[in-house]
């Protein structure tokens, strides 16, 4: 590993996202709700642009509800800001609001469609938008309601496919749809996760595994086999949870860690992590190879992002780093993967635990088996232990 460029970037990043195909790499501000735009070339890092840097800081705005979102277009020079008042979209030319977005309603989650003519926006307008997302057509303006969604839509890297959440406190949902239209149709083969909290799923460059950064409880880590949803690691990031009340030292311990801090590299087999003493950890995705990188001796790493081109971004300590990594180039990304998955599976008539064919990634429930469910170990997900005793008192 070396460090090509290592640039003051003057605040603390606490999130980064690679365009990806281009040398641009979008950086949340840790302290107030703004996104500046980087640009990386011949092994330096020079700011092209920020959106929101006048804007008032956190301050005790502990959640961060004002924290924007954001999503590259596929292929353009585009990125589409969502806050709390508008949706903007940035290109180099400056920065403009879409017109069609008149109202506070669309302020959590932002994403293009494959074809980067449509702009998904979570949740939808009213009292129950929550149960509906809008596609919004960016040359014409004319939008249709969605389902459900509410963190990131992530594209297959072999095309045919996007991925995205549905979260509850009790279980969440890794929701899979065809790319055939404007809105999101998931279908009916998911993945459930416990409980929420998690981050959006990151594809390997080969699209044959995908790892998801989670949760509300713990710093987990699970990578997953595709088109099989196979689990084959799931380890937990620092110490695992102790169960509420939750000691102070351990929540310190916790909060240390970035909730942006793992990509996958060049080879579709290494997963990067970040940690809060400064080292990045080059990972197999089987776990069955760690190599220890100190590349911020006594700062935390705060976010990490791998490139288009291969590189690694990595912040920490108000600063960006550009990292060359030694790996080989990815596998040949095969759409052999989504037909077969696409396949197995057929659109889902509504989105609901019961009528889904459900795996979590060691078992597998079909429709309806849920229902039946009565007996649990203590070993189970908390989200099957309860479901189990809702079927006892009925």
Known sequence: MEILTRVHSGETVQRLLPHPRLALVAAWDADRPAIRIWEYRDGHLRQRAA?????????QDVNHERTP???????????AVADAESVVLWTPSGTSPV?????????REVAFSPDGRTLWLSPAAGTDGWEHSVALDLASGTTLIGPRWDTGVVAHPAGGLVCTLESDQGATLVLFCADT??????????LVLDCDGYEEPIFSSDGRHFAVRGNAYDNSLEVFAFPSLRRVLGLTLGEPSPGYPYPQEWLDEMNAWSRHNVAFGRSPRTLWVG????VVVELDVDGSRVVEHEVLPGAAVTALAATATGELVVAGNDELLLLSVSETGPDEVS??????FLASTREAPVVDMDELDLTDGTRDWQSGDLATVSETSATDPSWLRIRAAMNRRA
């Open 335 to 340: 759409t052999a993967t989504v037909t077969e």
């Open 275 to 278: 940690t809060p003493e400064g």
């Open 99 to 107: 017109d069609a977005v008149t109202s506070t309603e669309y302020q």
């Open 181 to 190: 239209g404007p809105v999101l149709r998931p279908l009916r083969r998911a």
């Open 69 to 79: 979102c954001a999503a590259w277009h596929p292929d353009d020079p585009m990125l």
């Open 51 to 59: 959106v929101g840097v006048d804007s008032a800081g956190y301050a």
